[in-house]
């Protein structure tokens, strides 16, 4: 299997592990396998979820130097259940066991496993660099924390993150150093492009969310999440993912195009309107993001949308498989109070915009709600609304308990690199 580039027709192809070690393509777009796989013809349920989406990555790493490394790593990444809520076909499929408990633990474990690997046999190390406003530089600081090879520096914006992403992004030790900037998000994503650019700065990467190897673990649990579904209730899955760079949403649409047995795939977005907009007037029109309580999905210009419109050519094919609703913060508020009342639920303000599309649009149909991130890394919205206080899960109560150790820092790069 190889991979080429969004922008190039006839480019360029990449091996799995060259387009994982690269990020981005060299003329700007992103990789894309050559071709769709199908689904290995020995594909079971029977090992668990981590086995089934290791069988799903297979063909994806066909003649690859990874290849036979792939199910070590799998085992290692996806080392944390992947449960269904079930409810009478309202259902709702938990992303949120891993060690940040958010989905994307999956992405960020499944490349810092692979990057170890691949460095490990290169003999080589790689710095890298993270900017934050929430839930990625968590996952990432995370995901890379002790392994070989690899140091990681999270730069976040003084004063903007919540107090439990904080102590995400500042419990860490060894090869993980987080800064503090005295500046905003923005400022922060100005550094680590600055450092990019410096030339005498050497073995630099990024883990962004657009990079293969944080994109195809979401099409695998796709592929476990809808044949288990398909085995227990005899019929094809509807999603409902919570969406803003649409990594999540990619990875459905790469397991339906597999074969996984999946209906159909809906995005649920919050105030930040372009794919709602783009399929209601049919002119896409990227723009500045507007601030949520879903903040993790304020996103105005969706940087995964250049793989959907690979997938969909056309306007009128864009229409015919992706389905879109926006949800303002009112109605999060509303439908986290709801869910708890109703069905003793607690969900976060990302998972309440699918919900609320659940409620608005599918009410006599059965389908799959994704809960992106666990509510008790949101507790400043959602326990005021439900009342009492969220349990924490004990993965999260551990980062909780660890000293917080950042160095501040004002907004020259170059203070990320000395001593
Ligand atoms: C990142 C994130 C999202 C959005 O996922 P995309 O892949 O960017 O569409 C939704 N919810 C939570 C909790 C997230 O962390």
Known sequence: MMYVSTRSENGERFSASDAILKGLAPDGGLFIPESVPSIPFDFTLSRGAWYAMYQAMRPYFEGDELEDDLEEICRSAFSFPVPFFHNGGKDTLELIYGPTA??????????????????????????????????????????????????????????????????????????????????????????????????????????????????????????????????????????????????????????????????????????????????????????????????????????????????????????????????????????????????????????ACGERVRRDHYSDEDTVVVATAHPAKFDKIVEPVIGHVVPVPGQLYDILQKPSNAKSIGTDYHELFEA
Request: glycine letters at 6%; charged letters at 25%.
């Open 102 to 351: 958010a989905f994307k633990d999956f992405g960020a474990r499944f490349l810092a496993y692979s990057m170890e690997k691949l460095l490990e046999r290169r003999n080589e190390d790689l710095s890298i660099l993270v900017a934050t406003s929430g839930d990625t530089g968590g996952a990432v600081a995370s995901a890379f924390h002790g392994r070989k090879h690899l140091s990681v520096k999270v730069l976040f914006p003084e004063g903007r993150v919540a107090e439990r992403q904080r102590k995400q992004l500042t419990c860490w030790d060894g090869n993980v150093e987080s800064y503090e900037v005295a500046g905003s998000f923005d400022d922060c994503q100005k550094m680590v492009k600055e450092a990019f650019m410096d030339s005498s700065l050497s073995g630099l990467s990024s883990a962004n969310s657009i990079n293969l190897g944080r994109l195809l673990p979401q099409m695998a649990y796709y592929v476990y999440a809808s044949s288990l579904y398909k085995a227990i209730y005899d019929r094809e899955a509807v999603f409902i993912i919570p969406s803003g760079n649409v990594g999540n949403s990619t990875g459905a649409f790469w397991a339906k195009a597999m074969g996984a047995p999946i209906k159909s795939i809906v995005l649920a977005v919050n105030a930040n309107r372009t794919i709602p907009d783009y399929l209601e007037t049919g002119e896409y029109r990227p723009r500045p993001s507007v601030e949520t309580l879903a903040n993790a999905m304020d996103v105005g210009a969706p940087s995964n949308m250049e793989r959907l419109f690979s997938l969909f050519r056309t306007v009128e094919d864009f229409r015919a498989n992706v389905t879109s609703y926006s949800v303002s913060d009112d109605e999060i508020r509303r439908t986290i109070k709801e869910e708890y009342e109703e069905n003793g639920h607690i969900i976060c303000p990302h998972t």
